[in-house]
């Protein structure tokens, strides 16, 4: 087992390193930057579905939903289809509407999630089209999908899903892509600019985990507190949710993703000087508005740890703590902001003795309801 983790002490730590290898693995051979192609069989296969689908649905479970709750911002905003985002659990017993004008994409790490395989089939048998988005390959999900794309992000053994969350977004992010360029949603200078900035977030992932020693330092302070708040907005409001649920997880401390705007209906009646509270503050995404909240959290004397892209001076001056990541296009952003989350979690729960890589009451895959 020393030897699968590579010189790391666990494999959640091995595998947040892998990231910047496993998101050009997933989009080598896929993303023709040169040429300006996208190019995907499951997709260009199936080109017609997609562009005829009335609106697309993207079901999951955990970590995989919250890729899918970034998708929908993606797609909406490149391709400009009405997407709608479920739990598979919920989805498959509500009796949901389902015509075969609709395209669902199922994402699944494993492949293996019963409630997901679930919902895949339900839609099947009301006429949709079901494309996958899996990791393991002659999965479950990806022999019961009319089609899909793999991430290739390699074997991820951690509970706590990392390299896996990252690739599903790449891969979503070049299907809306993809469709932008068909149906004409995007300038071709937008489209362009999006190529090259996701080509170069491998190299923007590895600065960004360069910031580890700096949030080893920050869990120090906060690994006692007993809860945790996680802000975002716009594409980072999915990121704060996936933040959490990685604190949730593998430290046990109660923590809470919320969309930055909603603090002021509930959350910020919890905010004291005990409370760390995670922001988002990526220059681009709403901006303004979330300096706005994070005054608030402040005049509460709640302690604030902001992300925020390199060269940022006015969350820092609020801020009790920041940490930078490289710039990028803000619909990209997701793909580097998850990264000091998922570092200070992992932190968190080494310095809480917590099994990091196999955390209590908690399955790889869930293969039962
Ligand atoms: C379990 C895992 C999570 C994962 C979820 C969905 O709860 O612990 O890390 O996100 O299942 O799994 P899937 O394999 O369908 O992505």
Redesign the pocket.
């Known amino acids: 087992e020393q030897i699968e983790k590579g010189g790391y002490d666990h494999f959640m730590l091995k595998e947040i390193y892998e990231q910047p290898k496993a998101i050009r693995d997933t989009y080598r051979g896929r993303l023709l930057r040169e040429q300006g192609l996208i190019k995907m069989a499951g997709v260009e296969d199936n080109m017609k579905k997609f562009l005829n689908a009335d609106r697309i649905l993207i079901v999951?479970?955990?970590?995989?939903?919250?890729a899918g709750l970034v998708a929908e911002y993606v797609f909406e905003s490149f391709a400009r289809v009405p997407v709608e985002v479920e739990y598979?659990s919920e989805f498959r017993y509500r009796d949901p509407i389902i015509t075969d004008k609709d395209v669902l994409i199922a994402?699944?790490?494993?492949?293996?999630?019963a409630d997901?395989l679930a919902a895949i089939k339900l839609a099947k048998s009301k006429g949709a089209f079901v494309f996958g988005v899996?990791?393991?390959v002659g999965s479950s999900?990806s022999r019961e999908t009319h089609a899909g794309a793999y991430t290739h992000a390699g074997p991820e053994i951690g509970?706590?899903?990392t390299k896996?969350?990252t690739t599903?977004i790449t891969v979503l992010t070049l299907i809306a892509l993809r469709l932008a360029r068909a149906k004409g949603t995007m300038t071709s200078s937008e489209y362009r600019t999006h190529l090259l900035e996701l080509e170069l977030i491998p190299e923007k992932v590895e600065r960004a985990l360069e910031s580890d020693s700096t949030i080893k330092e920050i869990a120090a302070i906060y690994k006692d507190s007993p809860n945790c708040l996680y802000l975002g907005r716009g594409y980072n409001f999915p990121v704060a949710l996936e933040g959490a649920?990685k604190l949730k997880?593998i430290s046990y401390i109660h923590a809470e993703g919320y969309p930055a705007a909603e603090m002021k209906h509930g959350p910020i009646a919890l905010i004291d000087e005990q409370m760390p509270v995670v922001v988002i503050a990526t220059r681009k995404g709403h901006y303004e508005k979330v300096v706005s909240n994070i005054q608030e959290i402040k005049s509460r004397k709640g302690k604030i740890i902001g992300i925020v892209f390199e060269g940022d001076t006015e969350v820092k001056g609020l801020a009790d703590h920041v940490i930078e990541i490289p710039e990028t296009e803000e619909a990209l952003s997701p793909l580097l902001t998850t990264i000091p989350l998922q570092l200070l979690s992992y932190h968190i729960a080494v310095m809480r003795d917590c099994n990091v890589d196999q955390?209590r009451n908690?399955?790889?895959?869930?293969t039962v309801e």
């Not at 994402?107 to 999630?113: C, P, Y």
């Open positions: 999951a479970c955990g970590t995989s939903w919250h598979a994402i699944s790490q494993s492949g293996e999630t997901t899996c990791n393991v999900i509970v706590a899903s896996a969350f599903q649920l997880e955390p908690l399955a790889k895959s869930v």
